[in-house]
């Protein structure tokens, strides 16, 4: 059975050197929440509560996001559109967390807000599916979804117990992923299974021949890490997340097209961290600062132009993320000063 590989991590097919800098992030995460009913052995959310950067989270916001300040958000993205650049809209926005997305009681209020507010291409979460109740999946599509992607923890109950140390009802699980396919209506579903969950060639391909017929992408991701390790590149292969080949490239370009905010409104152009907390710069605050003041100028302004004057300094010093999760598109190697020339014009 043929595999589907290609990446889902860079929504854009832009040669990235001619646009940056962007006015709008191509993709923006928003971390909902820091609660999860499974406790996958290679995600960092297993040790989670033990961690500095969620013991912050759930002591302040008691592990979710609240509604009114998700809602701040999504404002003052959609105040800087029409000041900034009016009719232009995020490429992907995604709803995601340290913890499961369907666990959050807003969100289907966040999808619907989110929609109406019109600023994002598509819309997607993350969720390993095992509230994906027939409403539950009624109320996604209803609310305007565009992508669902389901992280699968193996092909069969054992493989679950062994590597989320959850009991599934793996007939219901089936069954629910098979009736949210049939209603996707124009949802995208993507399922993507953690390699460490799989044994082997054989595991491998009665993965596609499970989960491909109902699935509009499926693919086996490469896991990072282990337990409390979040894509580290001084101890893994060099492989990246979704089994490119790594970009050659001493530019890191993830500040230049990511945004990632967290429950507390802070917002990195980075979504590199560990347990200690996120690695790359923070360059503001949504809850209290418009994104005019965040976005390209200030913190984020400066950060960019020392990665183009090849300056990188603490964590971002010989870091590859980048290299992981970027495809040859995104190389800005060769194109520095076009780029600070455009940059120092903002
Ligand atoms: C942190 S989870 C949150 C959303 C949801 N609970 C889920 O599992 O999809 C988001 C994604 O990160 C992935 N992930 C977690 N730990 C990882 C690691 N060490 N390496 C690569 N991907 C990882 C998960 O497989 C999942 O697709
Ligand atoms: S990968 Fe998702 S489901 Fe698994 S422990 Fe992490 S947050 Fe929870
Ligand atoms: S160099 Fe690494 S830590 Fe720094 S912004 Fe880029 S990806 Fe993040």
Redesign the pocket.
């Known amino acids: 059975m043929e595999s589907v590989m290609k990446t889902t991590y860079n929504p854009h097919s832009t040669i990235l050197h001619e646009v940056v800098p962007v006015d709008l992030p191509f993709h923006a995460v928003i971390q909902l929440i820091s609660l ?1 009913n ?1 406790k ?1 052995n ?4 297993s040790d989670f509560s033990g961690s500095p950067l969620a013991q912050r989270f759930l002591k302040s916001h008691k592990g979710l996001m609240k509604f009114d300040d998700f809602k701040t958000v999504i404002d003052n993205f959609s105040a800087y559109i029409a000041q900034k650049c009016p009719g232009k809209k995020i490429k992907l926005l995604s709803l ?6 369907l666990m959050h009681p807003d969100i289907i209020q966040m999808i619907k807000y989110t929609k109406q507010a019109n600023i994002a291409e598509k819309i997607q ?4 599916g095992s509230l994906l109740t027939k409403q539950m999946s009624d109320n996604l599509v209803d609310a305007g979804l565009d992508i669902l ?3 699968l923890q193996g092909i069969n109950p054992d493989a679950y117990k062994k590597t989320c140390d959850f009991n599934i009802d793996w007939d219901v699980f089936i069954s629910q992923l098979k009736y949210f396919y049939n209603n996707r209506k124009n949802c995208f579903l993507y399922l ?1 299974v ?1 390699d460490v969950a799989l044994n082997g060639e054989e595991d491998e391909k009665r993965f596609f021949e499970l989960f491909s017929p109902f699935a509009d992408n499926a693919n086996i ?6 337990n409390g ?3 580290d590149p001084n101890t893994e292969e060099h492989r990246s ?1 979704v089994r490119n080949e790594l970009i050659d490239d001493t530019i890191c370009n993830i500040s230049f097209r990511l945004l990632e905010l967290n429950m507390d409104g802070e917002t990195w152009a980075c979504a590199r961290f560990d347990e200690s907390g996120y690695k790359g710069p923070m360059i503001g605050n949504m809850l209290t600062t418009p994104f005019a003041e965040i976005w390209n100028v200030g913190v984020h302004g400066k950060f960019l132009k020392s990665t183009l004057e090849h300056n990188m300094q603490g964590n971002c010093k010989g870091c590859l993320y980048a290299n992981f999760l970027s495809t040859n598109a995104d190389i800005l190697r060769g194109h520095e000063e076009e780029i600070l020339e455009r940059l120092n014009k903002f």
């Open positions: 999860c499974f996958c290679y995600c960092l959310q995601s967390g340290f913890g499961e997305t979460i993350f969720s390993n992607k389901i992280s993507k953690a991701e490469h896991i990072t890490g282990g390790v979040y894509y997340v």
